[in-house]
Nanobody, 126 residues
Framework: VQLQASGGGLVQAGGSLRLSCAAS????????MGWFRQAPGKEREFVAAIDWSGGATNHANFVKGRFTIARDNAKNALSLQMNSLKPEDTAVYYCAASSASTYTGSYYRGDVYDYWGQGTLVTVSS
């Protein structure tokens, strides 16, 4: 599967952005999907994940209540709605797809994701 992330940009603190990830291929619904981010000088970190049907979602503690992951299998699309953005949310955001057979216990691990998008830069000014 090929992934194309978009929607990043410059926004003021407290603002909102919606990231999108378009997936190619006809097997999108067979992948666990996730969002990760990497800030300058920092390691990549888990942001959010969603299971195959969208019935289960998980968000990192630092984005809970502010970010929401969603998917539309009919449109091969993944999204991340980001509200109440903070300067510390500044990072390159990556969407990723995992062919793992188990969701629980693995969705937050970058090493279980097989495919990655190119990343989209989010910059939050104070």
């Amino acid at each position: 599967v090929q992934l194309q992330a978009s929607g990043g940009g410059l926004v003021q603190a407290g603002g909102s952005l919606r990231l999108s990830c378009a997936a190619s291929g006809r097997t999108f619904s067979s992948y666990i999907m996730g969002w990760f981010r990497q800030a300058p000088g920092k390691e990549r970190e888990f942001v959010a994940a969603i299971d195959w049907s969208g019935g289960a979602t998980n968000h990192a503690n630092f984005v809970k209540g502010r970010f929401t992951i969603a998917r539309d299998n009919a449109k091969n699309a993944l999204s991340l709605q980001m509200n109440s953005l903070k300067p510390e949310d500044t990072a390159v955001y990556y969407c990723a797809a995992s062919s793992a057979s188990t969701y629980t216990g693995s969705y937050y691990r970058g090493d279980v994701y097989d495919y990655w998008g190119q990343g989209t830069l989010v910059t939050v000014s104070s």
